[in-house]
């Protein structure tokens, strides 16, 4: 059932916007599945303490931050204290796109190469 549901989101973000469709994907699966149990672990009761003066939970929403700029496919540009993750984020941005071709039951083909090339910054949209 996911994979029609990705399916279907990446196929009708294609039509409007070519050059988004794995970002798009990316997003969905990030945002309604990973993101949201890593920034409240306790909704798939995993118990994290309280007591350290929130230093796990920004631990946590740092980590959901990386991973929606891999989902995104894009570096860190406006947040001076995250640049110096742009580095990881350009090697581990082609194996996440392997992932959702995966999700959508596509093989990686000549789509995918090392070297792939991330957005420095968030695409601009037709209105």
Partial sequence: MTREVCVHLAKSVYQVWPE????A??????????????VAPEIVDVTV?????????????????????LANNILFAKEAHMLC??????VNICP???????????RSGSIVTSTFTPKSSIPAHPI
């Fill in 96 to 106: 996440c796109l392997k992932g959702k071709l995966l999700v959508l039951g596509m």
């Fill in 49 to 69: 303490p309280r007591d350290d003066g929130g230093v796990i939970c920004r631990g946590l929403m740092v980590i959901a931050e990386v991973m929606q700029n």
């Fill in 85 to 90: 993750l742009n580095d990881f984020s350009g």
């Fill in 20 to 23: 988004s469709k794995f970002a």
């Fill in 25 to 38: 994907l990316g997003a969905f699966i990030f945002l309604r599945f990973i993101s949201s149990a890593n």
